[in-house]
Nanobody, 132 residues
Framework: EVQLVESGGGSVHVGGSLRLSCAAS????????MAWFRHIPGNECELVAS???????DYDESVEGRFTISQDSAKKMMYLQMTALKPDDTAVYYC??????????????????????????WGQGTQVTVSS
């Protein structure tokens, strides 16, 4: 069974750092497109960073230069190293995978439901809070 489990969230002060981890199981990370999303209540789910199966990496402009996405396919882990954190980074962060199959998220209450066709597997989320 495909599973994604995030960890590493917490509360930090402005300028602090956190490293989020996503433990994957049930599939080969090297054959999947992976991404980190974040959601703030009342806002749309935002793509933070992605890394494709071909190794292409993209960042949202708001985090470029501060966040680093990486993965270790052998360990079935994906990471998001976050530095110089700002209050605007406060959100629930989700690990997502696109396996290129026909499975689609069906929970319409899920925060990133609108992105279900781009990434069809999701973790439960981990809270990041950045305070002044």
């Amino acid at each position: 069974e495909v599973q994604l489990v995030e960890s590493g969230g917490g509360s930090v002060h402005v300028g602090g750092s956190l490293r989020l981890s996503c433990a994957a199981s049930g599939f080969n990370l090297a054959a999947a497109d992976m991404a980190w999303f974040r959601h703030i209540p009342g806002n749309e789910c935002e793509l933070v960073a992605s890394i494709s199966e071909d190794g292409n990496i993209d960042y949202d402009e708001s985090v470029e230069g501060r966040f680093t996405i990486s993965q270790d396919s052998a360990k079935k882990m994906m990471y998001l190293q976050m530095t110089a954190l700002k209050p605007d980074d406060t959100a629930v962060y989700y690990c997502a995978a696109d396996l290129g199959n026909s499975q689609i998220l069906t929970d319409s209450n899920f925060a990133c439901f609108a992105q279900r066709y781009e990434y069809n597997y999701w973790g439960q989320g981990t809270q990041v809070t950045v305070s002044s």
